[in-house]
């Protein structure tokens, strides 16, 4: 595709329950990443995927978050038990490759817990 | 840890004169910094950012940043604003050696006709 999609746009869960979020990168991509953005707050890192290596998973707030990525194309985070506090914008984001190279974003989930 | 200031949530200018968004940072070693835009309901979008070389950037839709490194800022600017400019503008940086890209809290532009 022509950019970063991620599904769902929109997801309301109710407290407790375990939500599964996607992303697709762009093609040719190695670099995939996860931000939060909570309402009125700047993004939050969470996930970094490059390649084939082991994931740097330094800013998943709990161990109630999880990410893989499959094929080192899609991503799925998976948030499990989930809380109110959980609810903001999840995005996605992919590079070329590490460090220098530029981010592009996907849309965002906005999450809802209830 | 590395970390970014927008220190002013909102600015408001008129259209055709010029903006500046402010941003200052903080890190070890060589800085990567970075300007993306959130439009309404849509995704960041990338403005501009700086790796290395000539301190003034230049980036898209007529955006442009200056790299001060004895002021540890890179603040955001273009000549003349235009309404459609308004928008959610975040300042990012990141160390040159980890993955660890921090965010501003974000600064929302309004240009008014």
């Known amino acids: 595709g022509a950019g970063v999609s991620q599904s769902p746009s929109n997801k309301v869960t109710e407290k407790g329950k375990d939500v599964e979020l996607r992303c697709d990168p762009i093609?040719?991509?190695?670099?995939l990443y996860w931000y939060r953005q909570s309402l009125g707050q700047g993004l939050e890192f969470l996930i970094y995927?490059?390649?084939?290596?082991?994931?740097?998973k330094s800013g998943l707030p709990s161990d109630r978050f999880s990410a893989e990525r499959t094929g080192g194309s899609v991503s799925t985070l998976t948030i499990q038990r989930t809380q109110q506090e959980d609810s903001a914008v999840y995005l996605c984001?992919?590079?070329?490759?590490?460090?220098?190279?530029?981010?592009?974003f996907g849309p965002g989930t906005r999450l809802l817990v209830l | 840890a590395q970390s970014v200031a927008q220190p002013e949530d909102q600015v408001n200018v008129a259209e055709g004169n010029p903006l500046t968004v402010k941003c200052t940072y903080s890190v070890s070693g060589n800085p990567y910094l970075f300007w993306y835009v959130q439009y309404p309901n849509r995704g960041l979008q990338f403005l501009l950012k700086?790796?290395?070389?000539?301190?003034l950037v230049k980036g898209s839709y007529g955006f442009e940043a200056e790299f001060n490194k004895s002021q540890t800022s890179f603040h955001l600017k273009k000549p003349s604003a235009l309404v459609s400019d308004s928008a959610l503008y975040f300042c990012a940086v990141r160390a040159y050696n980890n993955n660890d890209m921090r965010f501003g809290a974000g600064t929302r532009l309004t240009v008014k006709p």
């Open positions: 984001a992919s590079s070329l490759g590490p460090l220098v190279e530029t981010q592009y």
């Open positions: 093609s040719g991509h190695t670099a």
């Open positions: 995927f490059q390649g084939n290596s082991a994931p740097d």
């Open positions: 700086y790796i290395t070389g000539d301190n």
